[in-house]
């Protein structure tokens, strides 16, 4: 890729809170309005998981990794998802050859989502339960949120499969398992999503310290607001800590404000 495209101007907020029962803070966020590379913007959660120090470094790892080779690569991929599929192939690779080094990170692995705006898209990849949602703007019809990531978890699959309801899920004693993770394994399968953003009003990523303490009607609700990103990211992790804050909470909201270039 030569150069980024012309991108809707990304505002945007970020909060990372340790929630009320954990001791240490395993997720890691990025949160860039400016140019990472070639692309315009970068947003990323990561939930890193392992025994003590092991999460917090696979998620550390994993975000630094990514971002540097986004940094240094960009003009060896013919385009924006080859590029984020690379990226987080070697942010993989390299928490998988930490994990080696000791037996304190043996099976340390961490969540990741990221996403990008430019030409007019959303581009999004994710591994593990980390989430995105997009809210779209206000029309003829209401607000609606739409959870646009598939969480890669034993309870999604027995959703998938009808063997169990969307109140099942929420308590279910396996929802914190997970079926994949970034440094697990020496490789590591990727999904991606492209999104026109023409009707987007705001966009929300974030650890599953918030999406399993706050429900969905409660995150629109919240993301519906006539506030500020910094207050809307601010509500939403209170709301977690209020719901019992059982794990860290990271929430990165994103509002857009038209077009880069535009003077209207």
Known sequence: MEEAIKS????????????????????????????????????????????????DLASAEAVRSFVNYIREHSLEADDIFELMHRALEEANRQVYELSKESEDYQGMGTTFVAAAFCDRALYCI?????????????????????????????????????????????????????????????????????????????????????????????ILNVLSEKRTVEEIAEHLVQKANDNGGKDNISVIVIDFTGEEGDNA
């Not at 646009?148 to 308590?171: C, F, P």
């Open 8 to 55: 809707k101007k990304a505002v945007a907020a970020v909060r990372c809170d340790v929630g009320k029962v954990r001791k240490m803070n395993q997720d890691t966020v990025f949160c860039s309005e400016e140019p990472v590379g070639v692309l315009p913007n970068l947003f990323i959660v990561a939930d890193g998981m392992g025994g003590h120090k092991a999460g």
């Open 126 to 218: 994710n591994v593990g339960d980390s989430r995105l949602y997009q809210l779209n703007r206000a029309g003829q019809r209401p607000m609606s949120l739409e959870k646009v990531t598939e969480d890669h978890s034993i309870v999604e699959m027995l959703l998938k499969q009808g063997m169990i309801t969307e109140e099942e899920a929420r308590v279910h004693p396996q929802k914190n398992m997970i079926t994949r993770a970034v440094g697990i394994d020496e490789t590591v399968e990727i999904d991606d999503f492209k999104l026109e953003a023409s009707d987007l009003f705001r966009v929300l990523l974030c650890s599953d310290g918030l999406s399993n303490m706050v429900t969905d009607l409660e």
